[in-house]
């Protein structure tokens, strides 16, 4: 299948939950600096990732371009092309007032939660998996037939064990009003990289997930390690951000995406 990244945030509309990422057990858990530097463009980009590291090599099997198999590893991200959206499996312990300070790690804008604030929790199959932060990407990470969103938001969530578990979702750029935590949330100044926003932020992070219908599959993270046997719940109805703060993300972030590794 050929490849197309079409950039569907101002042409027509498409946390995360999305890369996922995790940097030792996450970007998309506390995202840590490493010694080796990975990137989204050149000899330190997503080609080269299984390389740059021994812990890494995983990152390899995104390379090629596979379909999804029911049961089997597979890289992230991926389009949704003839995957049919469910109702969740999964129960949200989501609803409640957390305080978050977002950061600037050097690969994303990241929402971290803050010591001593209320606990949320996503269970799966009987395991919870506790929320520890939640980031963006630009454009998505994940396709509809093979055409991106404007942002895409990963909420990660990780258990006792170490497993990961993803709540995706789809961010449009839209010109009138988008989704009021969201809204919020990126009302924040977003730091410089490397710094954070001293100023807390209480959100509901149940208010910025739309509900309805989730596209399901196991995968991986979506930066190093990519490590696999990610638990990827990704909603179909995407949220809005208006396009002020759409360019503001890009003016830091406008290509901090994974390319696709396969279709489901």
Not at 13 to 22: E, L, M, P, R, Y
């Amino acid at each position: 299948m050929k490849k197309r990244f079409l950039y569907a945030g101002m042409l027509i509309a498409s946390v995360w939950f999305v890369g996922c990422n995790d940097e030792s057990v996450v970007h998309e858990t506390e995202h840590e600096e490493h010694e080796v530097h990975f990137s989204y463009d050149g000899e330190t980009g997503p080609d080269y990732w299984g390389s740059l590291k021994e812990e890494w090599r995983t990152c390899d099997n995104g390379r090629e371009y596979t379909a999804v198999i029911e049961g089997a590893p597979h890289q992230s991200p991926v389009d949704f092309e003839t995957a049919v959206p469910a109702d969740p499996t999964f129960t949200l312990d989501y609803n409640k007032s957390i305080a978050f300070k977002m950061e600037n790690n050097g690969h994303s804008v990241q929402f971290n939660v803050e010591e001593g604030s209320p606990k949320a929790y996503i269970t799966i199959n009987s395991k919870a998996y506790e929320l520890k932060q939640f980031h963006f990407h630009s454009v998505s990470e994940h396709t509809e037939l093979e055409v991106h969103a404007a942002m895409e938001g990963h909420f990660v969530n990780v258990a006792e064990d170490g497993s990961i578990a993803v709540v995706g979702l789809f961010i449009d750029n839209v010109a009138d009003t988008g989704n009021e935590a969201l809204e919020s949330a990126f009302g924040l100044e977003i730091p410089e990289e490397g710094e954070e926003n001293p100023t807390p932020i209480t959100i509901n992070p149940l208010d910025m997930l739309p509900g309805g219908k989730v596209y399901s599959y196991s995968g991986s993270l979506t930066t190093p390690p990519c490590t696999e046997g990610v638990a990827w719940n990704i909603y179909t109805k995407h949220i809005g951000l208006t396009e002020e703060k759409v360019e503001a993300f890009q003016e830091h972030y406008d290509h901090n995406f994974r390319p696709l590794t396969g279709t489901y």
